[in-house]
């Protein structure tokens, strides 16, 4: 009989650890906390249904105009950033591959550096750079607009830093698949007097489908989970307009006055079921449209 190695539990077991007490037991607890009223002092009351019921149907009520404020304004975001944070580190990953193209290695870890910046302080170089008084655009380009106080500027802001510091990650990942693609295809179709289009529709994209898949799935997941930067470019303004849920989601659980974290963990339930779907569509079209 074939001795047991327990060697690969060794390996497995400080993640599985982690795993457990930091995600599953929370999403766990999140999800039974969404079906009670709990302000995190005292002991969690089961009201089934009530939060959820008030949020999505209750159209006299906070909750309901907050959740659905929040998650427009989080579909918003979706629909501006992910494209782009896919589409601009692909052009650049495939920008780096040609011939011509020197210092590679230094180029790519250019581009990174933006993403290893904290939220926090790539949001302090953006708002000066966006200062009217103090910035780039107000002393060299002339402009006099208060960026984070008015539409649509307070989302392009938002989206500017989330691009700045979002591309490198997903070119590095383009890059290494691009490397990856046998060089004896693109010397073939050069041969039969391809073009750069043809051999980036016909060779590149076909081989670098299930990267694209992951970017494009982790990529938006992350792009619904956005907090940090309207948070600090804009502080959910004008008007709630950039104010997107997970902020709302803070404000009800440790907010200033009484926690409400019941009613946060019922839309934190709901927005995550919402990313699970999108992303299971996402995976199915992608992955046909790919095979």
């Known amino acids: 009989m074939k001795k047991r190695s327990f060697t690969p539990y060794f390996f497995i077991g400080p993640h599985l650890i982690l795993f457990i ?3 599953l037991v ?11 009223k ?4 005292g002991d969690p009351v089961w009201v089934g249904f ?26 918003i975001f979706v629909g501006l950033s992910v494209p782009i944070l896919i589409v601009i580190p692909l052009m650049v990953a495939v920008a780096l591959e ?20 904290s939220i926090s302080a ?20 002339g402009s006099q607009i208060p960026w984070p106080a008015n539409q649509p500027y307070a989302w392009i802001i938002i989206i500017v830093i989330t691009v700045w510091g979002g591309v490198g990650g997903n070119m590095i990942i383009y890059r290494a698949s ?42 938006t997941g992350g792009a619904f989970n956005v907090f940090g930067q309207p948070l600090m470019m804009t502080k959910g303004g004008p008007q709630q307009s950039t104010h997107v849920l997970m902020m709302y989601i803070r404000q009800l ?24 779907v999108i992303s299971a569509m996402q995976y199915y079209v992608m992955n046909r449209n790919a095979s």
Do not use: C
Not at 55 to 74: V, Y
Not at 190 to 211: H, N, Q, V, W, Y
């Open 122 to 141: 790539a949001a302090l170089i953006w708002l000066l750079i966006f200062n009217k008084q103090l910035g780039i655009t107000g002393n060299v380009f």
């Open 26 to 36: 929370p999403t766990i607890y999140g999800i039974y906390a969404s079906f009670t």
């Open 50 to 75: 009530e939060n959820y019921k008030t949020i999505l149907f209750d159209s006299t009520s906070t909750f309901n105009a907050q959740f659905m404020n929040g998650m427009k304004n989080t579909l």
């Open 98 to 117: 040609h011939k011509k193209v020197k210092m590679k290695g230094l180029m790519q870890s250019i581009l990174y550096i933006p993403g290893l910046i």
């Open 21 to 23: 007490v930091f995600i």
């Open 253 to 276: 659980a440790f907010g200033h006055g009484e926690s409400i974290a019941g009613m946060a963990s019922a839309m934190a339930v709901l927005l995550g079921l919402v990313i699970l």
């Open 178 to 219: 691009i490397n990856g693609v046998a060089k004896d295809l693109y010397e073939a179709a050069e041969m039969d007097g391809a073009g750069s289009i043809r051999k980036f529709t016909s060779i590149t994209l076909p081989s670098i489908r299930f990267p694209l898949i992951y970017t494009f799935v982790m990529t």
């Open 38 to 41: 709990w302000n995190l002092l």
